[in-house]
């Protein structure tokens, strides 16, 4: 399904989604810093901040489900519009929680609420966008979100030693911004609408699914390496002097190097097997994130951020797009549901996981442990892309576009 009068291949309402996804993540402030903001502000220690933070992971984890049932039933736009005004709340409602208990169920909420619309984003670029160009179309918005988190990150680095409260408030409005543009700008894409009624059991059939969810089991790993980032990779550098202020110069290199470089990687994921690019993709995250156990200054420490974002740059267009290559076209929505479930599992374990291992046995053993498990998850990307390829083949999937990204 393509629209007319599409820009530079891509459809008009693809560039919107694109426009939102920029302005929401310019906004993107406040988990970054929730951390911090947890340890510093409200006096938490490191086990319990990453407890806290690990329940964003557990609102997000059931988001990616219910999130893609919703799209598949109700329609992308109006899953969106839904996940943004309660999103939006959910963040205000954090930003002015005082007590024990209404943080941790305020970054549940949130967790939930401010997750339940990407599922239904990935499924509008699959309803959009021919299967070819699909790489190109979930890079250049991976693109987008790393764009606003490039001058988010030193933003908000300044915002935080001034005052936290802020940083909620804009990541709330620029949540709204983004609803506002949904719905002004982007229709209903749903291509099958007779679908929206069907059973509830639709809902499993992506675990089911025993080649896509080795696909996703593969990438649940590589996510618990990634969202090191978020928790571990903030305390850890903290206690080697690092600032709230330095932290937030050093993590946007992540963001702008993305800006830079992302679309360089896009075409050189076009030119490999998917399978090579996930391995790639995996090995360099789990490179990357060891190499700081090995370093002891800000320029070294800033160039294991340049490793690890080299492998982010890698995977990170070509996983939504097996994502849509696998699904059936009636429940897009839900198999990209289940594969933002893996990484939403994976931001409720990661943190808890992280900060533990961190306080128990301390970094050389949590950094170490990265370059393991991306290894590992690096080899089996390779072993099993085999059996992708011969499904793709079997679903009549055209051999240029075999050789150039299947499997």
């Not at 549940?108 to 190109?136: C, H, I, M």
């Amino acid at each position: 399904m393509v629209e007319e009068g599409a820009m530079r291949g891509l459809p008009r309402t693809y560039w919107y989604l694109w426009a939102g996804a920029l302005v929401n993540r310019l906004g993107g402030f406040v988990f970054t810093f929730l951390a911090l903001y947890l340890t510093q502000v409200r006096g938490y220690s490191v086990e319990r901040a990453g407890m806290v933070v690990a329940l964003y992971g557990a609102g997000s984890m059931g988001s990616g489900p219910v999130g893609g049932l919703l799209a598949d039933r109700i329609g992308r736009r109006a899953t969106m519009l839904l996940s943004m005004t309660l999103g939006a709340a959910a963040m205000l409602q954090l930003g002015f929680a005082r007590t024990p208990t209404h943080i941790a169920l305020s970054t549940l909420a949130l967790g939930f609420f401010g997750d339940l619309y990407r599922p239904a984003v990935q499924a509008t670029v699959a309803d959009l966008v021919p299967a070819e160009d699909r790489t190109r179309a979930y890079g250049y918005l991976y693109w987008a979100i790393n764009l606003g988190f490039a001058g988010a990150a030193v933003i908000a680095g300044l915002m935080a030693n001034r005052n936290f409260t802020l940083l909620f408030i804009v990541d709330a409005a620029t949540t709204l911004l983004f609803g506002v543009i949904v719905y002004l700008r982007v229709p209903e894409t749903h291509p099958e609408p007779s679908a929206r009624h069907s059973d509830l059991g639709a809902l499993l059939v992506p675990f089911r699914d025993g080649i896509f969810m080795s696909f996703v089991a593969l990438q649940f790993l590589l996510a618990v390496v990634f969202h090191q980032g978020s928790v571990a990779l903030p305390l850890d550098l903290r206690a080697h002097g690092v600032a709230p202020r330095m932290y937030g110069m050093l993590i946007a290199i992540n963001g702008v190097l993305i800006v830079l470089f992302q679309p360089i990687g896009i075409r050189a994921a076009q030119r490999f097997r998917r399978g090579t690019v996930l391995a790639l993709g995996a090995l360099l995250t789990g490179v990357g994130f060891w190499m700081t156990g090995l370093m002891t200054s800000v320029p070294l420490y800033a160039l294991t951020i340049v490793v690890w974002t080299v492998g982010e740059i890698f995977f990170s267009a070509v996983g939504p797009t097996v994502v849509a290559d696998l699904a059936p076209t009636r429940v897009r929505g839900g198999y990209q549901g289940t594969y933002q479930l893996a990484w939403g599992v994976s931001a409720f374990v990661a943190p808890a996981l992280g900060s533990w291992v961190l306080g128990r046995f301390g970094a050389h053993t949590l950094w170490n442990g990265c370059l393991v498990v991306g290894s590992i998850t690096a080899l089996l990307h390779l072993a099993i892309a085999g059996a992708r390829r011969k499904r793709l083949i079997a679903a009549g999937e055209s051999a240029a576009r075999e050789d150039g990204a299947g499997g």
